[in-house]
């Protein structure tokens, strides 16, 4: 079983409409959870971070965790194109064991 | 915010020879460091975490003889690919913590190493 399991996609979805990406995690010491955006060919850039159960919100984002269920999911609402992209699921065990696993990654197609 | 300088950006080597890579924080003091390398259509796997003023330790599977990683200062970590030969052409990217502002990783803008 991988570690961090995504759905790698391609995602497409219509503009203005609801994307949703989810992502699975073996480690149940788990605490923190990370979603990167990736453009191709370029470096990832945090866009949002959970670390309690429920809903978190940003803007057009919003971070759902159930650690129960091991599973952690993004929504991005009033789709745009520039949310094109390749997102990226991390969970960390903890802020004293730093590093991120990263899952393979969903790639997210905004159709106009 | 925390901002994360990689240089070089794009690097084309030949068979045989070193490169090295350099990550600078900007504007804050990263204690530790994290290297990924990410090969096209796959996502980024961590070689080894980098560790100001100690040695770096490394994923299992990454050799650290030839990718060797220094870490002299609070705000700087070079990683230099030794020996370089095709297969280790990929996107390395580097990465680090401001601990004082926020939870979030800032990663570099990577380099695109390809080995010719």
């Known amino acids: 079983q991988k570690e961090v399991e995504q759905n790698s996609g391609p995602l497409s979805v219509p503009e203005g409409a609801i994307a949703s990406l989810n992502c699975t995690y073996s480690?149940?010491?788990?605490?923190?959870f990370f979603w990167y955006r990736q453009y191709s060919g370029k470096s990832p850039e945090l866009i949002m971070f959970i670390y309690s159960n429920g809903d978190k919100e940003d803007g057009r984002f919003t971070a759902q965790l159930n650690k129960a269920s091991q599973y952690v999911s993004l929504l991005i609402r009033d789709s745009q194109p520039s949310d094109s992209a390749t997102y990226l699921c991390a969970p960390q065990r903890d802020f004293g064991n730093e590093k991120l696993t990263f899952g393979t990654g969903t790639r997210l197609t905004i159709i106009p | 915010g925390a901002v994360v300088s990689q240089h070089p950006s794009r690097v084309i080597c030949k068979s045989g020879t070193s490169v090295k890579i350099e990550c600078r924080s900007l504007d804050f003091q990263a204690t530790t460091m994290f290297w990924y390398r990410q090969f096209p259509k796959q996502s980024l796997m961590l070689m080894a975490t980098s560790n100001e003023g100690s040695k770096a330790t490394y994923e299992q599977g990454v050799e650290k003889d030839k990718f060797l990683i220094n870490h002299a200062s609070l705000t700087l970590s070079t990683l230099t690919v030794t020996s370089a030969h095709p297969e280790d052409s990929s996107f390395y990217i580097c990465?680090?913590?401001?601990?004082?502002?926020?939870?979030?990783?800032?990663f570099g803008s990577g380099t695109r190493l390809t080995v010719v």
């Open positions: 480690d149940r010491g788990s605490q923190s």
């Open positions: 990465s680090a913590r401001d601990r004082k502002t926020g939870y979030g990783y800032t």
